[in-house]
């Protein structure tokens, strides 16, 4: 079967190197186009890309020429966007409009009401919203956003409490890594032996992002998650990783066997199993007291699988728990990457 042809818009940022590491060999998606910022359009990509990541220099694409982010310069079917916010709001709407799907890392999108904003183990139907965003546009392709990348994490440790008790409340305490914060990140000055208590913007991305991607979707559009949630989030002197402290009221009081057993059997939607960039197991349950850790566990998996621990009762909201996630990789390239093979296997890019 022959490859559907992609473009990379931000290639040489953090989040679009791991974009060209993860479809170098993919079995369905074929780098055609690298694009990225006006200084860097025309050079080869070694010239102009910092290589950071291990495994093979520049994906083997050393040589390829970098091209204008416009779709009359890089037009594929399948578009992955790693551009901050600003960007991403004037190119990719001419992706998109051009007739390309457009699956995004940036924020510009995520809560607009015709955008999916997608965790596929947790809410594959909201791909549903392309259709009402092509009739509300008049674009030929789309937009699909992947979340912020600490909610994505937590929304993969609440979809399966959301789905077997109803969640009415809950609490979070992020320690986020410095990657996040993209290359360079955060001053050495800084964040050595130091907690930043402020992320800019993120708190309020986990607040509106999470009952977004909980709600139900019905008659085209999406009904938000009835429950509040309160973020607090931190940057922490870790490569990569986000950590959270999350407590959770739950509907019927059920006990922490009871969620720690939810947690281990679940595996999310049945369509998304077999996608190839999708983990084995979605959440890896730790029984040790002092798991998961970033050191021993973000890595597993390609970093998609999400991880808990410590399920104990909360004396004031009912339950609490560890979560782990990556925060590049599930939280952002693999992210976007299981969007488009879950609207491949939903028919959307035939």
Known sequence: MSRIPVTILGATGVV????VRRLTDHPLFEIRHLAASDRSTGKVYEDACA??????????????????????????????????????????PLFA???????SNASAFRMAADVPLLVPEANADHIGLVETQRKSRGWKGAIVC???????????????LHQAFGIERVFMTSMQAISGAGYPGVPSLDILGNVIPFIRNEEEKVEEEAPKMLGRFVNGAIEAAPFAISAMCHRVPVIEGHSEAVSVALRGKPS?????????????????????????????VHTAEDRPQVRLDVEKDGG???????VRSC????????????????????????????????????
């Open 315 to 350: 004396p004031l909201l009912g339950i609490k728990f560890a979560l782990l996630g990556h925060n590049t990789e599930r939280g952002a390239a693999g992210a976007s990457i299981l969007n488009a093979e879950l609207a491949h296997a939903l028919g959307y890019l035939a």
């Open 256 to 284: 922490p066997d009871q969620v720690a057993e939810v947690f281990r059997t679940w595996r999310g939607d049945p369509r998304v199993t077999s996608l190839h960039t999708a983990p084995p197991v979605p959440i890896r």
């Open 97 to 103: 409009a051009a007739g390309s799907f457009v699956f």
């Open 146 to 160: 992947n979340p912020n990348c600490t909610a994505t994490v937590l929304v993969m440790g609440l979809a399966p």
């Open 304 to 310: 998609m699988s999400v991880h808990v621990g410590r």
């Open 16 to 19: 679009g190197q791991r974009f």
């Open 51 to 92: 290589w950071r990541l291990d495994g093979e220099p520049h994906g083997g694409l050393r040589k390829q020429t970098l091209r204008a982010a416009h779709p009359d310069e890089a037009m594929a079917p399948v578009v992955f966007s790693a551009l901050d916010s600003g960007s991403a709001t004037e190119i990719e």
